[in-house]
């Protein structure tokens, strides 16, 4: 199935193109020229480029997980373009390694977008941010997080309070579609949050009309995600009850490694 595309402004489609089980490789386009994030397979971009007729003009890579780099050397080859990813990670077919303080220009599309380093989930993982959007991979999801694989919990829990810090207006752009069974999670956490079970709600509907519950926002997520929330006295109630321990007060990454050590587990 193919979605339909999001308004970013009259410029710019920002569209998902389904990939795997859960995966979403963001397609960035303004009807002529086409940037795609995190390829993980070619076959759908492929396929998405022609049949609307779109020329690629980028590729950018957030890490190095498979599902977000599989399909690179393949598009890189067909169609010749410049590939930009995390120039702390190990990636084949990467023609400009980027991190913290670098931008890429694509100007084919008259965009800049700048790079963040956001290790935790991966070591060297980066967000490009621009246009009013972060496009985040495995380290911001929506009412959740991506799992420590080799980071520390300080430094993801670093990583999402920069994330946080952004204009409450920016949108979310991650590579998974795992938001409901996040929200579940989220609840465990912080069952008397209105604002949640309202996002619950939205969430239930979008998947049901068989919509992406993507992007959201800095916003959405700072009112929503537990993993932003760490200050909460019901999140820290609740982290401490399930790890069966008492957590120092004011110790921000103790309770956001408490979450992340319930979530490992929760189903
Ligand atoms: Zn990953
Ligand atoms: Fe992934």
Redesign the pocket.
């Known amino acids: 199935m193919e979605y339909s595309s999001l308004k970013y402004d009259t410029m710019l489609d920002i569209v998902p193109i389904p990939a795997f089980q859960d995966n979403y490789i963001w397609t960035l386009h303004d009807r002529q020229h086409a940037v795609v994030v995190d390829p993980g397979d070619a076959a759908p971009v492929r396929a998405y480029l022609d049949t609307h007729k779109l020329k690629l003009a980028a590729i950018l890579c957030t890490?190095h997980?498979h599902?977000?780099v599989g399909g690179i050397c393949e598009l890189a080859q067909v169609y010749n373009v410049p590939v930009h990813g995390p120039q702390h990670e190990n990636i084949p077919c990467i023609s400009h390694a980027v991190g913290e303080g670098d931008a890429v220009a694509i100007a084919e599309l008259g965009i800049r977008l700048e790079v963040l380093d956001i290790p935790g989930?991966?070591r060297g993982h980066i967000a490009y941010l621009g246009m009013g959007a972060v496009f985040c991979?495995?380290t911001l999801f929506g009412c959740g997080c991506?799992r420590l694989?080799e980071g520390t919990a300080a430094q993801l829990h670093h990583s999402l309070q920069r994330l946080a810090h952004l204009p409450g207006d920016t949108r979310v752009y991650c590579a998974h579609e795992y938001t409901e069974a996040n929200i579940r999670f989220a609840l465990a956490c912080e069952p008397g949050n209105a604002l949640l079970k309202q996002r619950q709600a939205d969430a239930r509907a979008l998947r049901a009309a068989g919509q992406p519950t993507l992007p959201s926002t800095i916003a959405l997520e700072r009112a929503t995600n537990p993993f932003l929330r760490c200050t909460e006295a019901e999140v820290i109630r609740n982290a401490e009850r399930q790890a069966g321990l008492e957590l120092a007060p004011g110790n921000e990454v103790a309770v956001f490694t408490a979450l992340r050590e319930w979530k490992n587990h929760f189903s």
């Open positions: 890490h997980h599902d977000h989930h991966t991979g495995d991506g694989f």
